[in-house]
């Protein structure tokens, strides 16, 4: 592991500092703008990713400050995309919306108290949480498009469904690992 100022570390701060921006261009309509800063946002994860492993700039700040980046980004998204009274013509259900917060929510606490009781400082993704991230991605870049474009309502209702779907199971088989063997690293995404 080297020291905290390394690139890829750099380029999630960036992500980070890129964070209020793009909130504000949701509150304020400018959708496209908003589409650009989270494109962004996931090509600079996966170059951040890159070149932590290529280049062998793997660091204890990047392996925290990553996942925070990732999780603020969706968690926001979310949020502000099913505020009713912001001008999108295309939102995030708002069922949805408290349903991704509070399951996120839930792991995270989990996490901080078996961190707190129980020593854990390691916990890997589980595949099933990988693909409740990359589903809760592609939602709200369909979400951000059919507020640019005109897309398919039932493209937007499979995308709903779907990451509602994978949000419940992720959960539950996260309460399965915990409630199976608690002192063993539990999946945290």
Not at 93 to 112: C, Q, T
Not at 156 to 175: H, N, P
Request: hydrophobic share 55%; aromatic share 10%.
């Amino acid at each position: 592991m080297r020291g905290p100022w390394t690139l890829p570390n750099f380029i999630t701060l960036v992500r980070l500092a890129a964070l209020p921006f793009f909130l504000l261009c949701i509150a304020d309509g400018r959708f496209t703008l908003a589409l650009g800063i989270f494109v962004a946002a996931g090509l600079s994860d996966g170059v951040d990713g890159f070149l932590a492993r290529r280049l062998d700039m793997k660091s204890a700040l990047g392996a925290y400050l990553d996942p925070i980046a990732d999780k603020l980004l969706l968690m926001s998204s979310y949020l502000f995309l099913a505020i009713p009274n912001y001008p999108a013509r295309v939102k995030v259900p708002l069922w949805l919306a408290v349903m991704v917060l509070s399951r996120d929510f839930l792991i995270l606490l989990v996490g901080l108290l078996l961190i707190l009781t129980a020593g854990m400082k390691r916990f890997p993704p589980s595949w099933a949480g990988k693909v409740t991230t990359v589903t809760e991605i592609v939602t709200v870049l369909l979400v951000l498009c059919a507020n640019v474009w005109t897309l398919p309502r039932e493209l937007l209702l499979v995308a709903y469904g779907a990451t509602a779907s994978v949000a419940v199971l992720s959960g539950f088989d996260y309460l399965h690992r915990v409630a199976r063997n608690p002192e063993a690293p539990v999946p945290a995404r």
